[in-house]
């Protein structure tokens, strides 16, 4: 069985922060680059961020560059995405996403549809609002 979960969504305010969590169960994530991507509200799914399986690459969407950060504990089995200065425009399901080793190279396209990713989580909904 090889999973991933995502937890920490909630409703809060614009500029402020919230901090994602994905746990990973059924595979080994040291072997793995990993993704968060977002669906907004009559949107298509699109990618927010990336890390290669060794965490020295890391690749972030324009529109959420300075604000949002990746990161994973391989020995927790568990991928972040921290989320700052969050606009209403962040309104999204967040998803966490896992692929082969090299998929998050210097030649992936955040801003093209999904791609390149084995296994998904079923979401998060993240709510920025007054």
């Known amino acids: 069985q090889l999973q991933l979960v995502e937890s920490g969504g909630g409703l809060v305010q614009p500029g402020g922060s919230l901090r994602l969590s994905c746990a990973a169960s059924g595979f080994i994530l040291d072997y793995y680059t990993i993704g968060w991507f977002r669906q907004g509200p009559g949107k298509e799914r699109e990618g927010v961020s990336c890390m290669d399986s060794s965490g020295a690459r890391l690749n972030y969407t324009d529109s959420v560059k300075g604000r949002f950060t990746i990161s994973r504990d391989n020995a927790k089995k568990t991928v972040y995405l921290q989320m700052n200065s969050l606009k209403p425009e962040d309104t999204a399901v967040y998803y966490c996403?896992?692929?082969?080793?090299?998929?998050?190279?210097?030649?992936?396209?955040?801003?093209?549809?999904?791609?390149?990713?084995?296994?998904w989580g079923k979401g998060t909904l993240v709510t920025v609002s007054l």
């Open positions: 996403a896992a692929g082969r080793w090299d998929t998050c190279n210097s030649d992936y396209d955040l801003s093209r549809k999904p791609y390149g990713m084995d296994y």
